[in-house]
């Protein structure tokens, strides 16, 4: 189990430790704004992604891929979280796609197993 007070270090980077930790740099208060902002824009993104595909019933290409976007950014959202659970190294955004993928499975069938999630049933 790694040690929580000791950021995690690979070969590819600087190492990390009793005295050779790098320099932190200094706070800049236009950083924070600017994260705030992206992580905004992204979130209406996503949000505008899901409103276009419900916006476009009909059109396949175009309603489409406006839904695979929002799912993909859904299931990079899940990874997010199974990362965090797993205490894995931070995972580029395809990989967290497709934890998230797994870790929605794996309780998507604890769900079936204890009878919580059902068949759609077909009112015909």
């Given at each position: ?55 476009q019933?009909?059109s396949?290409?175009?309603?489409g ?23 894995v ?25 204890f ?10």
């Amino acid at each position: 189990m790694p040690d929580r007070g000791r950021p995690i270090s690979d070969s590819d980077r600087t190492p990390t430790g009793p005295g050779r930790s790098s320099p932190t740099p200094a706070a800049d208060g236009g950083a924070a704004l600017l994260d705030r902002v992206l992580r905004v824009v992204a979130v209406l993104t996503v949000l505008g992604l899901g409103a276009a595909g419900l916006a476009q019933p009909s059109s396949v290409l175009r309603g489409g891929i406006a839904w695979l976007g929002l799912l993909f950014f859904a299931l990079a959202g899940w990874g997010a979280i199974v990362s965090r659970i797993a205490r894995v190294r931070v995972p580029d955004v395809g990989l967290r796609a497709a934890l998230g993928a797994a870790g929605y499975l794996a309780l998507a069938g604890v769900a079936l197993a204890f009878g919580a999630l059902t068949r759609p049933s077909c009112s015909r």
